[in-house]
C-alpha cells in the first residue's frame, strides 16, 4: 500500500531517526546474543539497548524479519551476521518460510 501511494517503506526515517533497517537490528542483536528461539539472560544480551525489559523472554518471531532485513540492508552487519541462523530457523517448523513467500535467498 506504501509503494502505490508513492511512499518508500524501506527507505523511510521517522522524526527520531526510527526506520524498518533500525527497528530489524534491535531485534538482530537479541537473536544474535541469546539465539533465536532462546531465552533472553543478563549474561547473553548485555550488550542490547533496553536488554532488561527482556530478559525471561524467548527470541521468537525474529527470524522472517532479519531474512528480509538482510536482502533489504545487506550492508548492516547488526542485521547479516545472524543471517544464517535466521534462515536455518525460518525455513523449518510448521510456518516455514521458504522462497515462495519471499522470493529467493539473498545468496
Not at 548485555?46 to 522472517?64: F, L, M
Not at 532485513?69 to 530457523?89: C, H
Amino acid at each position: 500500500m506504501m509503494r502505490n501511494a508513492g511512499l518508500d517503506a524501506y527507505g523511510y526515517q521517522g522524526a527520531h531517526k526510527q526506520s524498518i533497517e533500525m527497528a530489524t537490528a534491535y531485534y538482530a542483536c537479541y537473536a544474535k546474543g541469546a539465539g533465536i528461539s532462546a531465552q533472553i539472560a543478563p549474561e547473553n544480551s548485555g550488550s542490547c539497548p533496553d536488554a532488561e525489559q527482556y530478559y525471561g523472554k524467548i527470541v521468537n518471531g525474529v527470524e522472517r524479519m532479519i531474512v528480509m532485513g538482510a536482502l533489504r540492508f545487506p550492508e548492516d552487519q547488526a542485521i547479516t551476521s545472524v543471517e544464517a541462523a535466521a534462515k536455518k530457523a525460518a525455513s523449518s517448523g510448521v510456518f516455514s518460510l521458504d522462497s515462495i513467500l519471499c522470493g529467493r535467498w539473498r545468496d
